[in-house]
């Protein structure tokens, strides 16, 4: 792949016939590795990793998203989940994000370990390149462990076995031809079977935004069909929505969730009770029938 000038445009693909231009001031890395192109590059954001031309991290955001792909799920589960089982989220933060929050067995599966090497030297936020060796090494009893497989080959490996998470995490991106498969019915149904009783599965469902909104609809309804109920969650600070599948029949009000984020051992910085109130409430197009 060749190297990409200094002064680039990158034009990053945001919905049929949109682009959103990303101006690349400094080059950090730029790869192809087994899976995917990489770009890790100062932009207005600060430092941040494109994979096949889409933003999926920067300095300026990545903590809203990262608390958006876990503290959902923290904040709706009527405990906190002791085991879980991250997919994909090559920089760590999520994973770091429930060790702070007192998880205290993470399993975190990526599919590209060239990509998160790159990202443990080059990324000021996650993983360093030292814990990527010490965990990927790591026990299955130590309180982290990094495995690098097919997230979706992991989860199948596990079905005729007795393991059992508290809460699965997957971290990929939106739905699309190469992903369509993580996001169907069958897969989730694999997915609930590997929950413990009260557990739960998140995962990010797309953008509410009307010229967007259409494959997180289709996500929110399958979700319903898969679960007992489901959490809507929306971080007013970036682009994503999450959709938290619950096993059990504990449906939290918001007030209880409110006091789950007083009591819990990480102070997410983009969440808090007012903001919480209104996250959880799906807009209108997302709700209404089709």
């Not at 959490?231 to 682009?239: A, K, R």
């Not at 504990?250 to 996250?279: C, F, G, W």
Request: charged share 25%; hydrophobic share 35%.
């Amino acid at each position: 792949m060749n190297k990409i000038p200094e002064s680039i445009l990158l034009r990053e693909p945001i919905s049929k016939g949109v682009d959103r231009t990303w101006e690349i001031y400094k080059i950090h890395f730029q790869g192809k590795t087994k899976f995917q192109d990489m770009l890790i590059a100062d932009t207005a954001h600060g430092v941040t990793l494109f994979c096949n031309n889409e933003r999926q991290s920067s300095e300026l955001s990545q903590l809203a998203y990262h608390e958006g792909q876990v503290m959902p799920a923290l904040l709706s589960m009527p405990t906190l989940p002791k085991t879980a089982l991250v997919i994909g989220s090559s920089e760590g933060v999520a994973v770091k994000i429930l060790q702070d929050a007192g998880v205290e067995h993470v399993t975190h599966v990526d599919i590209d370990e060239e990509c998160m090497v790159a990202c443990g030297e080059f990324l000021p936020y996650g993983y360093t390149s030292e814990e990527i060796i010490k965990y990927t090494s790591a026990g299955s009893d130590d309180a982290l462990k990094i495995i690098f497989a097919d997230g979706k080959e992991y989860i199948r490996s596990l079905l005729d076995k007795t393991t059992r998470y508290d809460l699965i995490v997957m971290d990929i991106p939106d739905e699309g031809p190469e992903t369509e498969s993580l996001y169907n019915e069958p897969f989730w149904h694999e997915v609930k079977s590997l929950l413990t009783p009260s557990g739960a599965f998140i995962t990010q469902a797309g953008n509410s935004s009307l010229w967007r909104y259409k494959t997180l609809k289709k996500s929110y309804d399958r979700m319903k069909k898969v679960f007992h109920h489901v959490t809507y969650f929306e971080v007013d600070e970036q682009d994503w929505v999450w959709l938290v599948g619950h096993v059990g029949d504990v449906e939290l009000s918001i007030e209880q969730m409110q006091t789950k984020l007083i009591e819990s051992k990480y102070n997410p910085q983009h969440i808090d009770a007012v903001s919480l109130s209104r996250s959880v409430i799906a807009p209108k197009v997302i709700r209404t029938p089709c």
